[in-house]
């Protein structure tokens, strides 16, 4: 199943405004901790494990994520800005796939 990352960003403020951004990723986060029903295997480990957010390639906001986190992991943090331009996120998983979003906002 991919990823269907979704973001929350304000498409206008002013400058020096402090927003709030949103993020939702759909993933399962298997732990890594549970059996299979049918063969009682261990089902393998596949967590969204680092999220990151950058505005125009500006570091903002980044964590690494455990297995005690929900699936379907929500993300909430603020960011001040002073300029028009591009927030980038990426959601990394265990087996390395990056899944990444983009939204653009306008200061004025």
């Keep these: 199943m991919a ?3 979704r ?3 304000p498409k206008k403020a002013s400058a020096g405004d402090i927003i709030t951004i949103k993020t ?3 993933h ?3 732990s890594g901790q549970r059996k299979d029903k049918k ?3 261990v089902i393998p480990r596949k967590i969204i494990n680092k ?3 950058e505005f125009n390639g500006n570091a903002v906001f980044s964590c690494d994520l455990d297995p005690a986190v929900s699936a379907n992991p929500y993300l909430e943090f603020s960011a001040r800005v002073n300029e028009s331009g591009t927030f980038r996120f ?3 998983d265990d087996d390395g796939t990056v899944t990444e979003a983009e939204k653009n906002i306008v200061v004025s």
């Design 24 to 26: 939702l990723i759909s």
């Design 90 to 92: 990426s959601w990394t």
């Design 39 to 41: 063969t009682g295997n």
């Design 3 to 5: 990823a269907k990352p």
């Design 7 to 9: 973001v929350k960003v």
């Design 51 to 53: 999220f990151s957010c």
């Design 28 to 30: 399962k986060m298997e």
